[in-house]
């Protein structure tokens, strides 16, 4: 008899409590913003309500599609093409906020970057696997791989998006050290994407700007440093168990983005230190589900495709926290699961099925 597939249940009840609680701040700190702007509190709530259930229905079919399936050179390639294709259409598409990172759909905007995250883990499973399979050296891997994955990087630099580059940069780099990658081909890669990203910040006057401001935070509190600084009068007004919902300031529009780029700030008015260090600990707690996955994967691909989605959402995820403290230079980046925006909550809801996948077959 055939024994029962019983995929990881606390990885699901992670995934699920930062979806709602996520919800709940996006109404919190979203409620006078979509009133001035949108004539109603509940604008990016109900907004924020269908993107969530449009991301519980991909994790389920993701979660159903046996994650072999997804080891096939036609499905990769393909899947590559299409998203190649929807970061062209969005770099020719008008530009929204002076970024062409978005495409229009109707009223929908849909940012094909945030797919890419997604596509990268399975491009980069699929050839390290495909390696494995072989027995070809490690030239034979990476001169295809940095060739495709370049391609991609580029065209979202080009947007311009730094930081989901940077996302994709870790993602991939943590899962080819974890399928073996010599520490001189590491080196020299850590060594290519950090003279990459000094290029790229440079390239724009606004990238270096914010690096300044990083190095010097109370030079000018008003213009330059204002995010970074109400993030940390956010932060700081919590206390140790917040202002709960009516008591908080920054929501008032002072902290521009607290549903998107700063929710995590909010959280930390909102509920304080304890529900500050309640969501960075389900972070940590879906890092470690995701390592016992990788660890039960019955073969390489499952353990490549377990290590870049627990990577990829766990770093994002340390990136917001760490901008919102100051720690790390102002970038737009959302918490996954949790910030206000449908792209980046499907695809990660996406991904994290695969994930729950894998996690059944241990």
């Known amino acids: 008899m055939s024994r029962l597939l019983r995929f990881d249940r606390g990885l699901l009840a992670t995934i699920t409590g930062l979806v709602v609680f996520g919800l709940i701040m996006i109404y919190s700190s979203s409620a006078v913003v979509a009133l001035t702007h949108k004539g109603t509190p509940n604008f990016f709530l109900l907004r924020q309500a269908m993107w ?69 883990v399975l491009l980069t499973a699929y050839l390290l696997d495909k390696r494995l399979k072989e027995n070809r050296e ?43 990658l010599p520490w001189r081909w590491t080196a020299g890669a850590a060594a290519v994407g950090i003279a990459g990203l000094f290029i790229a910040i440079l390239a724009l006057p606004y990238r270096l700007q914010r690096l300044l ?19 940390l009068v956010a932060v700081g007004s919590g206390g140790f168990f917040g202002n709960w919902f009516e008591g908080g300031s920054q929501k008032f529009l002072f902290l521009p ?41 019955p073969d390489a691909f499952g353990a490549y495709l377990a290590v870049g989605i627990t990577a990829w ?25 949790f910030s206000y ?4 909550l499907v695809v990660t809801m996406a991904g994290l099925g695969i994930l729950l996948n894998v996690s059944q077959h241990e």
């Open 257 to 297: 983005q607290p549903h998107t780029d700063f929710i995590y700030a909010m959280v930390a008015e909102g509920f304080g230190l304890v529900g500050a260090l309640a969501v960075l600990c389900l972070f940590l707690y879906l890092g470690f589900r995701g390592l016992m996955a990788v660890r039960g994967a």
């Open 52 to 120: 969530a259930a449009v991301g519980f229905v991909a994790l389920f079919i993701t979660l159903k599609i046996d994650y072999q399936h997804w080891k096939n050179r036609k499905v990769v390639l393909g899947l590559f093409a299409v998203e190649m294709s929807l970061l062209l259409t969005a770099l020719v598409s008008p530009a929204i906020n002076g970024s062409h990172r978005w495409i229009r759909v109707w009223k929908m905007t849909l940012q094909p970057s945030e797919s890419a995250k997604l596509v990268v």
């Open 213 to 231: 401001t990083f190095l010097h935070p109370n030079a000018d509190q008003l213009k330059t440093g204002f995010q970074a600084h109400q993030s």
């Open 313 to 337: 959402v766990v770093f994002q995820a340390l990136i917001h926290i760490m901008v919102t403290l100051t720690l790390l230079p102002t970038k737009g980046l959302p918490l996954p699961l």
């Open 138 to 180: 490690w030239s034979q891997l990476l001169v295809p791989f940095s060739a495709l994955f370049g391609l991609l990087c580029a065209l979202i630099v080009i947007e311009p998006d730094l930081g989901t580059v940077v996302v994709l940069c870790t993602t991939a780099a943590v899962t080819l050290f974890v399928g073996g």
């Open 341 to 344: 925006g449908g792209s980046n």
